[in-house]
């Protein structure tokens, strides 16, 4: 069984478009993230929810719209695609608290690559 | 502001030989450290972590050293192995926040 899951896993769209990224953990972690890897192959944080109140919110454009409608998935809605947000769009989740340091570890999920042509 | 470096972009060793990935910080308040590798299209898979309260951590082939002093963390791999050839990304968080931080990633490549 898949931990953490995101589809789709590859999204060709025209630009202007709206797309949506799915996202599910069956970890039963509180905590759910959406990150962006860049040309450069930087990873960066774009949200957190934590028990669907969002809690990091980096500086992205109003564009991106994440969406948890349970504690066990976040989705990510992009309106009006610009050819800047091709990337790579990872999930990830995090269990918060457990024994030991097992509530600090994060777990991503396989990655949704856009394109935006 | 990068808070998390790696700053190596490559590495390349021989199979059987010690494989020694640094990665440096800035943020004191960074409680615990993780180190992740990726595949390409893959998503980064957690290999080993430390906490902040200790300066060693060992998982088979994998160790993990870090030095708070000097806010630099290494993972050290022994033996190498050519499956083990990938970006290996280290990431520190503060877990008041949640927020965790990937440095730039480090090619491996082993040799067989």
């Known amino acids: 069984d898949t931990a953490v899951s995101q589809t789709p896993k590859y999204l060709v769209t025209q630009m202007g478009n709206d797309k949506s990224i799915k996202c599910e953990q069956n970890?039963?972690?509180?905590?759910m993230y959406w990150y962006k890897q860049d040309s450069k192959k930087f990873l960066k944080i774009m949200f957190s929810?934590?028990?669907?109140?969002?809690?990091i919110n980096e500086t992205v454009p109003n564009r991106f719209s994440p969406k948890s409608p349970d504690k066990a998935h976040l989705n990510l809605h992009i309106n009006s695609l610009e050819l800047g947000d091709s990337a790579v769009y990872f999930c990830a989740s995090r269990q918060d608290q457990g024994p030991g340091d097992s509530g600090n570890t994060i777990y991503f999920g396989e990655g949704s690559w856009l394109t935006v042509v | 502001d990068q808070q998390v470096k790696q700053n190596s972009p490559s590495l390349s060793v021989q199979e059987g030989r010690i494989s020694i990935l640094n990665c440096d910080y800035t943020?004191?308040?960074?409680?615990?450290f993780l180190w992740y590798k990726k595949y390409p299209a893959e998503g980064p898979t957690f290999l080993i972590s430390i906490s902040s309260i200790k300066d060693k951590n060992e998982d088979g082939r994998f160790t993990v050293f870090l030095n708070k002093s000097a806010k630099h963390l290494s993972l050290h791999i022994v033996p190498s192995q050519p499956g083990d050839s990938a970006v290996y990304f280290c990431a520190a968080i503060w877990s008041n926040t949640g927020k965790l931080i990937f440095g730039q990633g480090t090619t491996l490549q082993v040799k067989p």
């Open positions: 970890l039963g972690h509180d905590t």
């Open positions: 929810y934590n028990n669907k109140e969002l809690i």
């Open positions: 943020n004191s308040m960074f409680d615990y």
